[in-house]
C-alpha cells in the first residue's frame, strides 16, 4: 500500500545541519508535487517548503530562504530536505506530504492548504 516515511531528525546543536528524508513507497513520488511541514507544541502548522513534479522547481517560505534546500533523487523515489544553520526556534515534527497545486497555496504560518496525506513525521530538536 502507498506510504510515506519520514526519517533524518534528531538532537543537533544551535548552527549545525540535518538532512531529512521522505521516503515514498507504493507509488512514484515523481509525479507529484512534495511538501515539508513542521509543528512545534503550542504553535501553528507551518508549510516551510514545496517541490514540483516534473520540472523540480523549488519553492520555500520564509524560515527556510537561504538555510534550506529541498531536492528529489527520483531513483530513490525520495524527497530531501537540507537543513543548514538550525536554530533553537526550528524544533518541531517535521512531515511530509504531497501537495495538490501551487506550491505557494502551502507555504506560510499556517499554510493557505492543508494536505490530506501526510508521513508519520520526524522529530528535530535544537539545543546547545
Known amino acids: 500500500q502507498a506510504q510515506l516515511v519520514e526519517s533524518g531528525g534528531g538532537l543537533v546543536q544551535p548552527g549545525g545541519s540535518l538532512r531529512l528524508s521522505c521516503a515514498a513507497s507504493?507509488?512514484?513520488?515523481?509525479?507529484?508535487?512534495v511538501g515539508w511541514f513542521r509543528q512545534a507544541p503550542g504553535k501553528e502548522r507551518e508549510g516551510l517548503s514545496c517541490i514540483s513534479s516534473k520540472t523540480d522547481s523549488p519553492y520555500y517560505a520564509d524560515p527556510a530562504k537561504g538555510r534550506f534546500t529541498i531536492s528529489r533523487d527520483n531513483a530513490k523515489n525520495t524527497v530531501y530536505l537540507q537543513m543548514n544553520a538550525l536554530k533553537p526556534e526550528d524544533t518541531a515534527v517535521y512531515y511530509c506530504?504531497?501537495?495538490?497545486?501551487?506550491?505557494?497555496?502551502?507555504?506560510?504560518?499556517?499554510?493557505?492548504?492543508?494536505?490530506?496525506?501526510w508521513g508519520q513525521g520526524t522529530q528535530v530538536t535544537v539545543s546547545s
Open positions: 507504493g507509488f512514484t513520488l515523481a509525479s507529484h508535487f
Open positions: 506530504a504531497i501537495v495538490g497545486g501551487p506550491c505557494s497555496d502551502y507555504l506560510g504560518t499556517p499554510p493557505m492548504r492543508v494536505p490530506g496525506y
